[in-house]
C-alpha cells in the first residue's frame, strides 16, 4: 500500500495597513481597548458603507506579483453571507469569482507548489467567552472587524507535513520582504488552514481518502504535527471503513493543541451555502497595465533571487545564502556593510562575520537589527587588519560584536584591547615554552598523538588574550616539542 | 402673517426682509402638525425641541448679521429611513423603534449645513419596503386629498407632509418609484436623481445598486435648489460619481422647448394604464407641442419585465442588506434565548414586519446555490438590457414622457392582501431605477373624484438640470402644482 498525502493550504495574512479594508477606523488591534477602534461601518450599523482601501488592494496585487500570479483585469467584491455575532453586516467582503491575482507559484527547495489565487477580504470580530458570577457570556470585541485580510489559496500540491511548513515559512518570508504584514502565526496575524486527503495505491487500484479541513492551528509546529496527525488518522480511517471522497463528504476538524489531535468540527461542508454575490456597494475594480507596473516596482528583490545573486557574485555557499537572506533588514545590512563592488573574499569575510557574530549576538540578546549601526568602512578595515594577519578571525568576531554595540571602529577596539596579533616568533616562543611547562599531560598526550596539539594551541591562545597568530603558534609549538 | 403653501424662496424673502422670524415659520408648521396630523399621519417623530433651538440660534444668526445658509428658513421633513444622530431613526419597523442613531445621513447633514430646519421624522413602508405607507411597523398616512386613501409611497409620509403643508419640502428615497409615485398621488414635485447623485451613506439600505435619495417640493424650482445642495461626491459612499454639481437653478430657463424632441414610449401608456390617467399625460404632451416641441413615438420594449427584474434583484439585496438587523450591536431584541440560532429567529421573527420578512425570503432563494443562475444571473441581464434600452432610446429624444403612476391614489386596504397587485403599481416607474436613469415626477391635473394625476419626464445619466429645466418650464404655464387639498 502506498500513501501519498495531498495537502493544499489556505493562508489568511492581515495587512497592517493604517486603516481598515472598508472605513477609516486603525486597523491596529493586538492590545487594544476593546470596541475602541470601531466605527459606523466596521459595526455594520444601518446606513454605513464601506469604501475600499487603495493601499490594502494594491498590497494584495503586490503579494501576488511577488508570486508570480497574474492580475485580473476587473476585480470586484461579493458578499459571503452567514450569521455570526462577530460578523457585524451578517455577510463578509471578500472575493469569489474574481480575485485581484490568479495563478502563481512557489518554489520549496525543488519542488513547486502552484497557487490558485490571492483574494482581498475583511477580517471578524472576536468573540470571547467568558463566565460572570456563574453565568456564561460571550463578549464580541470589533476592533479587528474590517481588518484588511488576504487570503493565498494553494493548489494541493504539498505532499508532506515538513513541506507544508516549509511552504508557509517561505510565504512568510516574502511577505516580510513585501512589508505588508509581519505575518506573525502565534499572533494571529498569518493563519493556516490545511486541507488534507491521501492518495492511497493499493494492488493496482487508487483510493482518494475524504477531504478535512483542518481550523485553529496557531502556531508552525502546530501545522506540522496536526498535518502529521490527520495524515496517520486517515489511513487508519480507511483501513477500518475503507471511506473514499466524495462531492458530500469534506469535513471541518479542529486542532487541540493540548491534546495534540484533530477533532470533529462540522460534518459535510458542501451543503452550506453562502449566497455569493456582487458586493453593490462597492464599483468594479479596474488597475490599468501602468497601475500595475507601477506596483511591480515597487516589489523588492526576493529571497530566491537574492541566494542566486549571493552564491554567483560573492561565491556563497547555500548555507550561508540562506542565512542571509533570511530577513530582508538582515540581508539589507549586509549588503550595507559591503559597500559598492565588493570582491568574493570580502563578501564571504564579512559574510562570516553576520552569521558568526552579529546573528548570534542578536539571537543571545533577543534585540532587533539596527541598520544604523553598521558601518561598511569598519568591515573594510578588519578585513584588511585580518589580511595583514594582525587580527585573528577570533578577534575578528569579538570586536564587531563590540563594534557594533558602540559604533567604534573593530580595529581601534582591537588596538586599545591588545588584542593585535602577535606574528613575533620569540614573543610566541615565550608563551609556548610557557605553556609546555605549565601543561606536562597535555605534552605527554599529544607525544602519544600528535593530533591532539589543538588543546596546547588553545591555552597558547588564551595566554595570548587571542592576540597570538594561531598558525605561528602551532608552528613553534610542534618544533618546541620534536 | 399667512405662511400657507410659500415655497422656500417666498418664505426666505418674508425672512429676510425681517416680516417673519425662523421661529414664526417653524411655530407656524408646528401647528398645522398640530391640528392636521392626527388625520393625516405623516410624521413618526415631531422634532418640535430640535426644530424650536435650530430657529432661535438662527434667529440670533440673523439678528447679529452673521452669514446663514442658503436653505435658511426651509423647514423639512425627513423620511425615517434617513439617519438622524440622537433622533429616533425607526425605518418605520418594529425592528428600530426607539433606536437613536450615532451618526447622521450625509445629504440630511449637507441640508442641515445649509441652514436647513427638521419638522420631523416621516412614515414610509419599513425600510422603504412598499408602496402605499400600509406595511408601517406604526401605522397608514392618509392622502391629503382623500383620507380614505393611501399617498402612495414608500416615501408617502414625507409626500403627505409636502402636500399637506406640514413642512416645506422633504427627503425620499427612490428604490423603484418611492418618491415620484407618492409626489404623483399627492400633487408635488419630486425628483429621482440619476444613481450615484446623492449620497446613500446614512439611510438604511432597501436594495444598494437601486437606491436613490432625493427630495420632495412644492414645484421645480425648490426641487433644483435642493438638489444643489444633495449632489456630489460623497467619500463615505464609494458609487457616488465624482462630477462637478451643476448650478440647478441657475440651468431652470436653459432648454428650449422649440425643437425639443420628446420621446413617448408605448409601453408606458397601455394596460394597465387608467383613461383618466392617460388623458391627463397626452395633455400634458400637447402644452410641449404647442411650445415648438416634437412628439417620437418609441418604444422601450423590455418594460414589461421591469417588475420581473426588479423583483429578483432588489430582494437579493435585500436579504443581505438585513442581516445587519440581528438585535446584537443595536435594535430591539428578545430575552431568554438557549442558544444563538433561536436568539437570530425569534428577535427577527418577533420585530419584523410581514413585507419585511417577505423579501427577505424571495432574495435568499433567489441567491441559493442552484438558483442563482436562473434567477439573478438572468435578471442582471435584463437589467443591462433595460439599460442599454434607455441609453438608445436617449439617442433618438432629448427626454422621455411618461405616466407615473397606472392610477390615482387607491383605497387604503384595497391592495393589501395582493402583493403582486401592489407590486405592481410600480410598473411605470421601476424601469428607471433597473437603469439607474434621473426621473422628474409633477403634476398634470386630477381624476374625477379630484385625486391628482402626475407624469414623469426621464433624462440621460446625469442631466438632471434638462429634465428639471423642462418640468419647470411647463410649471410656468400651468396651475396644477399650485393646487392644494381642503384640509
Known amino acids: 500500500m502506498k500513501i501519498t498525502p495531498i495537502i493544499g493550504l489556505e493562508v489568511h495574512v492581515e495587512l497592517k495597513t493604517k486603516s481598515k479594508m472598508f472605513c477609516s477606523c486603525s486597523a491596529e488591534h493586538f492590545h487594544v481597548d476593546p470596541n475602541t477602534h470601531t466605527c459606523p461601518t466596521c459595526l455594520g450599523l444601518p446606513g454605513a458603507l464601506p469604501v475600499p482601501n487603495k493601499t490594502a488592494c494594491e498590497w494584495c496585487i503586490k503579494l501576488g506579483l511577488a508570486l508570480g500570479c497574474t492580475p485580473n483585469e476587473s476585480s470586484f467584491f461579493e458578499r459571503k453571507n452567514y450569521f455570526y455575532p462577530d460578523l457585524a453586516k451578517g455577510y463578509q467582503l471578500t472575493q469569489y469569482e474574481k480575485p485581484f491575482v490568479i495563478n502563481g507559484k512557489i518554489k520549496i527547495g525543488d519542488q513547486e507548489v502552484r497557487i490558485n489565487r490571492a483574494h482581498m477580504e475583511e477580517d471578524t470580530g472576536k468573540s470571547v467567552h467568558i463566565k460572570d458570577n456563574g453565568q456564561e457570556l460571550t463578549l464580541i470585541d470589533y476592533n479587528r472587524c474590517g481588518v484588511p485580510l488576504v487570503e493565498i489559496v494553494s493548489e494541493p500540491d504539498i505532499t508532506s507535513a515538513q513541506m507544508a511548513k516549509d511552504y508557509l515559512l517561505k510565504m512568510q518570508q ?3 520582504y ?3 504584514s509581519d505575518a506573525d502565526i502565534e499572533k494571529g496575524s498569518m493563519r493556516c488552514e490545511p486541507t488534507v486527503n491521501l492518495k492511497i495505491e493499493d494492488n493496482d487500484q487508487v483510493f482518494y481518502t475524504p477531504l478535512v479541513e483542518i481550523k485553529n492551528v496557531a502556531s508552525l509546529t502546530g501545522v506540522q504535527t496536526a498535518i502529521d496527525f490527520e495524515i496517520h488518522r486517515q489511513t487508519e480511517a480507511f483501513k477500518q471503513t475503507g471511506e473514499v471522497k466524495s462531492k458530500t463528504n469534506k469535513n471541518t476538524f479542529g486542532w487541540d493543541a493540548d491534546k495534540n489531535q484533530t477533532f470533529l468540527q462540522r460534518e459535510k461542508e458542501g451543503s452550506s451555502d453562502y449566497r455569493y454575490f456582487p458586493e453593490p456597494d462597492i464599483p468594479h475594480i479596474e488597475f490599468t497595465k501602468e497601475e500595475i507596473e507601477e506596483i511591480r516596482k515597487t516589489i523588492p528583490e526576493l529571497p530566491d533571487g537574492k541566494i542566486t545573486r549571493y552564491k554567483k557574485d560573492f561565491s556563497l555557499n547555500d548555507y550561508d545564502a540562506n542565512l542571509l537572506t533570511s530577513d530582508i533588514d538582515f540581508s539589507k545590512a549586509y549588503e550595507l556593510a559591503l559597500g559598492q563592488n565588493p570582491d568574493s573574499t570580502f563578501a564571504k569575510f564579512t559574510a562570516n562575520l553576520f552569521i558568526g557574530a552579529i546573528k548570534t549576538h542578536l539571537n543571545e540578546s533577543q534585540e532587533n537589527l539596527n541598520i544604523d549601526k553598521i558601518n561598511s568602512i569598519f568591515f573594510k578595515n578588519l578585513f584588511d587588519a585580518v589580511s595583514k594577519s594582525e587580527i585573528s578571525s577570533t578577534v575578528a568576531k569579538q570586536v564587531t560584536i563590540e ?37 606536562s599531560k597535555a605534552v605527554e598526550d599529544y607525544k602519544k598523538n600528535p593530533a591532539s596539539i589543538g588543546f596546547l594551541i588553545g591555552k597558547l591562545m588564551q595566554a595570548s588574550k587571542g592576540s597570538a597568530n594561531p598558525q605561528l603558534a602551532k608552528e613553534i609549538l610542534e618544533k618546541l616539542l620534536k | 402673517m399667512d405662511l400657507k403653501n410659500l415655497t422656500i424662496s417666498q418664505i426666505q424673502e418674508l425672512l429676510f426682509s425681517k416680516k417673519v422670524s425662523v421661529v414664526d415659520i417653524v411655530n407656524f408648521y408646528l401647528e398645522r402638525i398640530k391640528k392636521l396630523d392626527p388625520q393625516i399621519k405623516a410624521f413618526i417623530t415631531i422634532t418640535e425641541k430640535e426644530a424650536l433651538i435650530q430657529a432661535k440660534n438662527l434667529d440670533d444668526k440673523i439678528k447679529k448679521g452673521d452669514k446663514v445658509g442658503k436653505l435658511a428658513g426651509a423647514v423639512m421633513a425627513v423620511k425615517d429611513i434617513f439617519l438622524t444622530k ?10 428600530l423603534k426607539d433606536y437613536l442613531p450615532q451618526y447622521s445621513s450625509t445629504i440630511y447633514q449637507r441640508l442641515i449645513d445649509q441652514d436647513a430646519i427638521i419638522i420631523g421624522k416621516t412614515n414610509t413602508d419599513p425600510f422603504a419596503f412598499g408602496g402605499s405607507t400600509e406595511n408601517s411597523g406604526f401605522f397608514t398616512t392618509k392622502n391629503p386629498w382623500n383620507l380614505s386613501k393611501v399617498p402612495g409611497g414608500s416615501s408617502g409620509g414625507s409626500a403627505a407632509a409636502v402636500a399637506a403643508d406640514l413642512c416645506q419640502f422633504a427627503l425620499g428615497t427612490d428604490t423603484g418609484g418611492s418618491i415620484r409615485l407618492p409626489a404623483s398621488l399627492c400633487n408635488i414635485s419630486g425628483l429621482k436623481p440619476t444613481y450615484g447623485l446623492n449620497s446613500r451613506y446614512g439611510i438604511t439600505a432597501m436594495a444598494s445598486s437601486f437606491d436613490c435619495p432625493g427630495v420632495f417640493a412644492k414645484n421645480v424650482e425648490d426641487l433644483a435648489l435642493l438638489t444643489q445642495f444633495t449632489a456630489g461626491v460623497d467619500p463615505k459612499d464609494a458609487t457616488t460619481i465624482d462630477n462637478p454639481v451643476p448650478n440647478y437653478s441657475e440651468l431652470l430657463d ?13 409601453e408606458y401608456f397601455t394596460d394597465p394604464i387608467n383613461t383618466e390617467v392617460k388623458t391627463k399625460v397626452l395633455e400634458a404632451t400637447k402644452f410641449f407641442e404647442s411650445k415648438g416641441a416634437t412628439l417620437v413615438d418609441i418604444s422601450l420594449p423590455s418594460t414589461k419585465l421591469g417588475i420581473a427584474v426588479y423583483y429578483i434583484l432588489v430582494p437579493s439585496e435585500i436579504s443581505a442588506n438585513m442581516a445587519r438587523y440581528d438585535g446584537i450591536r443595536f435594535g430591539r431584541n428578545t430575552d431568554n434565548n438557549p442558544d444563538i440560532t433561536s436568539y437570530y429567529m425569534n428577535t427577527r421573527g418577533q420585530y419584523m414586519e410581514a413585507e419585511v420578512k417577505r423579501r427577505i425570503l424571495i432574495g435568499t432563494y433567489a441567491l441559493s446555490s442552484g438558483y442563482y443562475d436562473a434567477y439573478y444571473t438572468k435578471a442582471s441581464k435584463v437589467r443591462t438590457l433595460i439599460k442599454n434600452e434607455f441609453i438608445n432610446a436617449l439617442k433618438k429624444v432629448d427626454v422621455i414622457l411618461a405616466p407615473v403612476s397606472p392610477t390615482t391614489a387607491w383605497d387604503i386596504g384595497a391592495k393589501v392582501n395582493d402583493p403582486l397587485q401592489m407590486y405592481l403599481v410600480d410598473a411605470f416607474t421601476v424601469c428607471t431605477n433597473v437603469a439607474g436613469v434621473p426621473s422628474v415626477a409633477l403634476p398634470c391635473g386630477f381624476d374625477n373624484q379630484n385625486l391628482p394625476i402626475g407624469f414623469q419626464l426621464i433624462g440621460n445619466f446625469f442631466e438632471e438640470s434638462k429634465i428639471l429645466s423642462i418640468a419647470h418650464q411647463y410649471q410656468q404655464f400651468t396651475d396644477y402644482h399650485l393646487q392644494t387639498p381642503n384640509l
Open chain 2, 86 to 95: 440622537n433622533i429616533q431613526t425607526t425605518a418605520s419597523s418594529q425592528v
Open chain 1, 174 to 176: 516574502i511577505i516580510r
Open chain 1, 178 to 180: 513585501l512589508g505588508i
Open chain 2, 254 to 266: 436653459k432648454v428650449n422647448l422649440k425643437g425639443l424632441k420628446i420621446g413617448l414610449p408605448k
Open chain 1, 403 to 439: 563594534s557594533y554595540q558602540t559604533g567604534k571602529d573593530p580595529v581601534e577596539i582591537a588596538k586599545s584591547k591588545g588584542l593585535i596579533q602577535v606574528s613575533d616568533s620569540a614573543e610566541i616562543e615565550k608563551l609556548a615554552i610557557g605553556v609546555i611547562s605549565q601543561n
